[in-house]
């Protein structure tokens, strides 16, 4: 028989949410430590994203702190043709 083991105290209580404009100063400071000697976006850019699809915006938080961020783009297929690159 094997034994149970509890694994309740490794466990980390990260949640994925969408992106807000108030993380935007945070997401640009991990940036700079995550991608040392490349520029990181602009705050602007990310106010682009958030406002051209904010559906696809979303961050990593864990105990409070943004830990990541995941930008996407999400389109309708049905507004362009086969040859659409």
Sequence with gaps: MTEEIDL????????????????????LNMQEVCFPGMDPWEEEHLKSHLSIFPEGQFVAELD??????????????????DRHS
Aim: hydrophobic share 35%; proline share 0%.
């Design 8 to 27: 309740s105290s490794f466990e980390m209580s990260m949640i994925i949410r969408e992106m807000k404009e108030d993380d935007i100063k945070k997401i």
């Design 64 to 81: 409070g702190e943004i830990i990541g961020s995941c930008s996407s783009l999400i389109i309708n297929f049905d507004e362009y043709d």
